[in-house]
């Protein structure tokens, strides 16, 4: 059974830092590329930032946020730094191999900077 467990989530003043981590079971975690995404209140879930091969992040995120992986503990990792409000959303888990059409959702964890 395919598991993708977020934690880390939580309140954080804006400026403040925050790191997510995923845990993943299931499936062949060092096979495929782990990304993370986010959804505001009222907004499309939209990509943050991924790693497998290479690496990437969303604009809005370059220089704050820095994706990592443990193949070791099967985990995934968002250090995330000087957050505002914008960032405010629930953060949500991928795993994706796309030459298995293998496409896995965490449930997410929710994100809030305010003062």
């Known amino acids: 059974q395919v598991q993708l467990v977020e934690s880390g989530g939580g309140l954080v003043q804006p400026g403040g830092s925050l790191r997510l981590s995923c845990a993943g079971s299931?499936?062949?975690?060092?096979?495929?590329?782990m990304n993370w995404y986010r959804q505001a209140p009222g907004k499309e879930r939209e990509l943050v930032a991924g790693?497998?091969?290479?690496?990437y992040y969303a604009d809005f995120v370059k220089g704050r946020f820095t994706i990592s992986r443990d193949n070791a503990k099967n985990t995934v990792y968002l250090q995330m730094n000087n957050l505002n409000p914008d960032d405010t959303a629930v953060y949500y888990c991928n795993a994706n191999l796309q030459i298995l059409r293998a496409n896995f959702w965490g449930t997410g964890t929710l994100v809030t900077v305010s003062s």
């Open positions: 790693i497998g091969s290479t690496t």
């Open positions: 299931g499936f062949s975690f060092s096979a495929f590329a």
